[in-house]
């Protein structure tokens, strides 16, 4: 079982370029997240889903976007790169409900000049 | 606001025990989870609390007071495979994980 995949593993990206990060489980999770990780801070929630077709956001939104179209996809989309939005990112799902343990994927490491 | 708060960096000796500690003040409290990370890799859940207590698995033990706002994760008969980050992460009131910043433990021989 793959768990969760996130494609590229890392990117070098050139100011008000677009990218979209790739995210899929295979855990048939309904809930999927996306985070930013920073040096000397904790992860940080860019924007979830609870269930396909859903989206929310969360503590640090702006310049991302998201969608659901079915449970296993969560994209991720940088319509045009900040040098500030240099991080690693992870995707992570999980289940739902009460016990809500989440499952991460490898990560993709993103510079933007 | 929200805020969790651990150690920035701990460092203890191969076999001994260690304690790391998490302090906390969220909007609501559906449980605390903590999560060890290995440097460049993600983080992997380790444990959960959601009531007061010690919940123990294998060498790992973690520990909750909800009236305090603390938990405690404590590592056993440390191996040098246990130098990671670890990551404490509470749920709030919109079952949303707030993260620390986590605590990086060295592990010296």
């Known amino acids: 079982t793959a768990g969760i995949t996130q494609a590229p593993t890392s990117q070098i990206l050139a100011a008000g370029r677009s990218m979209t990060l790739r995210c899929t489980q295979d855990m048939r999770h309904n809930a999927m997240y996306w985070y930013r990780q920073d040096l000397g801070l904790g992860l940080r929630l860019i924007h979830y889903?609870?269930?396909?077709?859903?989206?929310g956001k969360g503590e640090v939104p702006d310049g991302y976007s998201v969608s659901r179209a079915n449970t296993d996809d969560f994209p991720l989309t940088l319509a045009s790169a900040v040098p500030s939005q240099t991080s690693v990112y992870f995707c992570?799902?999980?289940?739902?409900?009460?016990?809500?343990?989440?499952?991460f994927g490898p990560g993709t490491r993103l510079t933007v000049l | 606001g929200q805020n969790i708060d651990q150690p920035t960096e701990m460092t203890a000796t191969e076999g001994a025990i260690v304690q790391i500690n998490c302090t906390y003040q969220?909007?609501?409290?559906?449980?605390l989870f903590w999560y060890q990370q290995h440097a460049g890799e993600a983080p992997t859940f380790l444990s959960y609390?959601?009531l007061d207590g010690l919940e123990e698995k294998g060498r790992f033990s973690s520990f909750l007071s909800r009236s305090k706002g603390y938990s405690y994760l404590l590592l056993k008969e440390l191996q040098m495979k246990d130098s990671a980050s670890y990551l404490c992460a509470v749920r709030d009131s919109n079952y949303q994980l707030i993260w620390g910043a986590g605590t990086k433990l060295i592990i010296k021989p």
């Open positions: 889903s609870n269930t396909a077709g859903t989206t």
């Open positions: 609390n959601v």
């Open positions: 992570a799902s999980s289940k739902g409900g009460d016990y809500n343990e989440q499952f």
């Open positions: 969220t909007s609501g409290f559906n449980g």
